[in-house]
């Protein structure tokens, strides 16, 4: 069992940056693929970046470059730092934990869900 407080989110101008920090409770953190994702309104939930129990990564096309996904197990965190941020940026963000220790792209294999940060960005 894992719960996920996530944190960080706010309001941004257009080139502007956020790191977003994700806060993982559960006895076996490390065994879990980490995974960001965010929703639109009216828009379905997307994927925006993934990183393995060891910090193997991968993040979406349109975020290579500008989002940074990682992790510190010691301290059962995950962070998201978004650079070069753009206007359709904006949405709720949420921190996801899938088993297993893959990289995982699909929201259906992750398991456990934290309630989603708002980010804002202005132009």
């Known amino acids: 069992q894992v719960q996920l407080v996530e944190s960080g989110g706010g309001l941004a101008q257009a080139g502007g940056s956020l790191r977003l920090s994700c806060a993982a409770s559960g006895r076996t953190f490390s065994s879990y693929t980490m995974g960001w994702f965010r929703q639109a309104p009216g828009k379905e939930r997307e994927f925006v970046a993934t990183?393995?129990?060891?910090?193997?990564?991968y993040h979406a096309d349109s975020m290579k470059g500008r989002f940074t996904i990682s992790r510190d197990n010691a301290k059962s965190m995950v962070y998201l730092q978004m650079n070069s941020l753009k206007p359709e940026d904006t949405a709720v963000y949420y921190c996801?934990?899938?088993?297993?220790?893959?990289?995982?792209?699909?929201?259906?294999?992750?398991?456990?869900w934290g309630q989603g940060t708002q980010v804002t960005v202005s132009s």
């Open positions: 990183v393995t129990w060891s910090g193997g990564t």
């Open positions: 996801a934990a899938a088993g297993g220790r893959g990289l995982v792209t699909s929201r259906a294999w992750y398991g456990y």
